[in-house]
C-alpha cells in the first residue's frame, strides 16, 4: 500500500513534501500498510481548530490524572479506568505524532530535505489498545473512517471535550403517527431519543438513488436536498406507548446550533466500484460548501455554511487524502498528500473532483468546516 496500484490512473506527482509549505508527508515503508493511518492523522492535522487543541492537551497532568483515578478503585471502576487509560495513550500518541508533524510541516525547506515524519507510535498504540483484536494491527491494512471514529472515541472517553465541541452532532429523533393520539389528543411520539455522534453515515448507493428520485420530480439534486432523503428510515409506533405497531418514518431534527465541523462517511457497496458510478457520486457530494442546518431540516437560520476542508479517499486497499492547506497559496490551498509525496493541487475542488474520477478514487471522508472557527 505503498504506492496506487497501477490500473488506477491517479497519478499524485513527484514533488516531495519540501516542495510545499504548511504540510509533510508521512512515512509508509513496504509492508507497514501505514496508508490508511496517514490520512487521517494529515486530515486531522490540516483542520486548524482540532490541531490547536490536540496540541494544547497537557500530556504530563492527563497522564497524572489517569493514574491516580485507578487507585483503590471498585471493580467496575477499575474497568472504566482501565478504559479511559487505553483511551489516553492512544490520544498521547495521537498528539506526539502531531507535536512531530507541526515542526516539519513548519520548519524551512532546507531542514525537511531527507524524510519523513513516521507514524510508528501512534501504529503502536493502536495495536496495543486493541490487542487481542483483528482490528489496527500492525503491518495489517485498516479503513481509515473506523480508524477515525476510534480517535473520536478515544478523545471522548479521555475527557477531552473539544471532540464533541467540534464534531459533536446533537440529534433528537421521534417518530410522529397522526393515527395515535397521545396527552392532548396530540399526535403520539414515540421512539425518542438524543445523542450525539462525531460521523454522519451515507449511503453512496442512496444518493445516486435519491438523485435520480430528485431528477424525475424535477427538484433540483442539491446535497442538502439529498442528506435529507437519504437519512430516512422507519421504526414502528411504541406499542409500549400505546401506538398501532405500524411502521412509520424516523424524523430527526439538530439541538441547538450545529457544530463547527461535520464528518460525513460515504459508504460505498463495492471497493472497487466503477468509473461512471464514481463520477455521479463525486458530482453528488464532493462540493465546496454545505449547510448543516439544512441538512437537518432547520431553514433560515442564518448560520454561515461549511467548507469543504479534506478528502479521504481510497482506490483498492490505497488511501490518499485532499487537504486544504492555507500555506500553499492563494488559489483555494489545496494539496494531494500520498504517503511521503506532497503536491499542489492548484485547481482546488474542480481539480480534486477530476482527480477522484480519473484515478476511480471513492471519496470516503468528507470534512467541512465553518470558515475561521477556531
Same mark, same amino acid.
Given at each position: ?9 491517479? $497519478? ?121 483484536? %483483528? ?167 442564518? %448560520? ?33 498528500? $500520498? $504517503? ?35
Amino acid at each position: 500500500a505503498g504506492a496506487v496500484a497501477s490500473s488506477s490512473s491517479f $497519478d499524485a506527482g513527484s514533488s516531495p513534501s519540501p516542495a510545499v509549505r504548511g504540510t509533510t508527508g508521512l512515512a509508509n515503508a513496504t509492508g507497514e500498510y501505514n496508508c490508511f493511518l496517514n490520512v487521517v492523522v494529515q486530515s486531522l492535522w490540516h483542520l486548524p481548530p482540532f490541531r490547536q487543541q490536540l496540541l494544547a492537551i497537557d500530556a504530563a497532568s492527563d497522564a497524572s490524572a489517569l493514574a491516580a483515578s485507578g487507585a483503590d478503585a471498585e471493580p467496575g471502576a477499575a474497568k472504566s479506568a482501565e478504559k479511559r487509560r487505553k483511551a489516553s495513550r492512544l490520544v498521547s500518541a495521537l498528539r506526539s505524532t502531531f507535536v512531530e508533524y507541526d515542526a516539519a510541516a513548519n520548519a524551512p525547506s532546507s531542514d525537511r530535505l531527507g524524510g519523513a515524519v513516521s507514524p510508528s507510535a501512534l501504529r503502536v498504540a493502536l495495536a496495543e489498545v486493541f490487542a487481542g483484536s %483483528a482490528l489496527f494491527q500492525e503491518s495489517q491494512m485498516n479503513d481509515a473512517s473506523e480508524v477515525l471514529l476510534e480517535l473520536f472515541d478515544a478523545l471522548h472517553t479521555a475527557g477531552h471535550s473539544f471532540v464533541n465541541a467540534l464534531f459533536g452532532l446533537r440529534l433528537q429523533e421521534f417518530v410522529r403517527c397522526k393515527k395515535c393520539k397521545g396527552a392532548g389528543g396530540k399526535d403520539l411520539l414515540s421512539q425518542q431519543h438524543e445523542y450525539v455522534k462525531h460521523m454522519h453515515l451515507v449511503p453512496a448507493t442512496g444518493l445516486r438513488r435519491h438523485a435520480v428520485e430528485l431528477r424525475k420530480r424535477g427538484e433540483s439534486s442539491c446535497l442538502e436536498k439529498m442528506l435529507r432523503c437519504v437519512d430516512k428510515d422507519q421504526k414502528p409506533c411504541d406499542t409500549d406507548r400505546s401506538g398501532c405497531g405500524r411502521l412509520k418514518s424516523v424524523t430527526r431534527s439538530l439541538v441547538g446550533a450545529a457544530p463547527d465541523a461535520l464528518c460525513m462517511v460515504l459508504a460505498w457497496e463495492s471497493p472497487r466500484a466503477p468509473k461512471e458510478e464514481i463520477a455521479q457520486v463525486v458530482r453528488l457530494a464532493v462540493t465546496e460548501q454545505l449547510d448543516v442546518n439544512k441538512v437537518f431540516g432547520v431553514f433560515g437560520s442564518g %448560520a454561515a455554511p461549511r467548507q469543504l476542508r479534506g478528502v479521504i479517499a481510497y482506490y483498492g486497499e490505497h488511501w490518499v487524502a485532499f487537504v486544504r492547506n492555507a500555506a500553499s497559496g492563494d488559489d483555494g490551498g489545496w494539496v494531494t498528500l $500520498d $504517503d511521503v509525496t506532497v503536491s499542489l493541487l492548484p485547481g482546488g475542488v474542480p481539480e480534486l473532483q477530476h482527480k477522484l474520477v480519473e484515478g476511480r478514487l471513492q471519496p470516503a471522508v468528507l470534512l467541512y468546516l465553518r470558515e475561521g472557527a477556531q
